[in-house]
């Protein structure tokens, strides 16, 4: 009585890659072309130190890979809001925006190097796109990402979040290792499958 379909949320991220769908954010369009990373950070646990932590890092990485844009989406509770903005918003290479509609998120996946998040879904989607996560949790429930070697657990630590990334971008041969296409969690088919599955259910 049990069918394993995979997420039907992998179901809408290749189906929004395949629509090709232009960005929609000015800020975005005008960027396209350039070396990206894409940062993300939300969730309750990083609030406080953890989250000065990860901004440190990311500051650091931005003043030393000038030839990348680092685009982090600003979460609109205060507790991120106010620590993004003081501790990034000066920084010529670190591109602070609203919340980005998901087609225009999953593009910007898509167009990244690498992502560093502390986001469930982002690690779901991004092995899909062949994209190295950086996972700023001490702990996961996505565990098949890490196992596979399409994420890092790296926590708030400053350092080794540096180190990391650091590496990405200058080992090559490091980086072609976690830049490949997984399926660990759906292949795009998971709606059809629950479709069928019900129909001959009912």
């Excluded at 000038?66 to 982090?72: N, Q, Y």
């Excluded at 399409?150 to 630590?157: E, I, K, M, N, Y």
């Amino acid at each position: 009585k049990i069918l394993i379909t995979g997420n039907t949320g992998i179901d809408s991220l290749l189906m929004t890659i395949k629509s090709d769908i232009p960005f929609k954010n000015k800020l975005l369009r005008k960027i396209e072309m350039e070396k990206i990373i894409t940062v993300t950070t939300h969730r309750r646990e990083s609030f406080g130190k953890p989250l000065i932590m990860i901004l440190k890092a990311v500051a650091h990485l931005a003043g030393k890979f000038t030839d990348f844009k680092f685009i982090l989406p600003v979460h609109p509770n205060p507790n991120v809001k106010e620590n993004v903005q003081n501790k990034l918003k000066n920084i010529p290479n670190i591109i602070l925006t609203k919340p980005l509609i998901y087609p225009d998120f999953v593009r910007l996946m898509s167009r990244s190097y690498l992502i560093i998040s502390d986001s469930g879904g982002v690690q779901e989607e991004a092995p899909v796109l062949g994209k190295p996560v950086i996972v700023l949790r001490e702990k996961t429930e996505r565990p098949e990402a890490v196992k596979n070697h399409a994420a890092v657990l790296t926590g708030h630590d400053t350092n080794l979040i540096i180190s990391i990334v650091s590496k990405l971008i200058d080992d090559k041969r490091f980086y072609r290792s976690m830049a490949k296409v997984r399926y660990l969690y759906g292949n795009g088919t998971a709606g059809e499958k629950i479709f069928k599955f019900i129909r001959k259910e009912i």
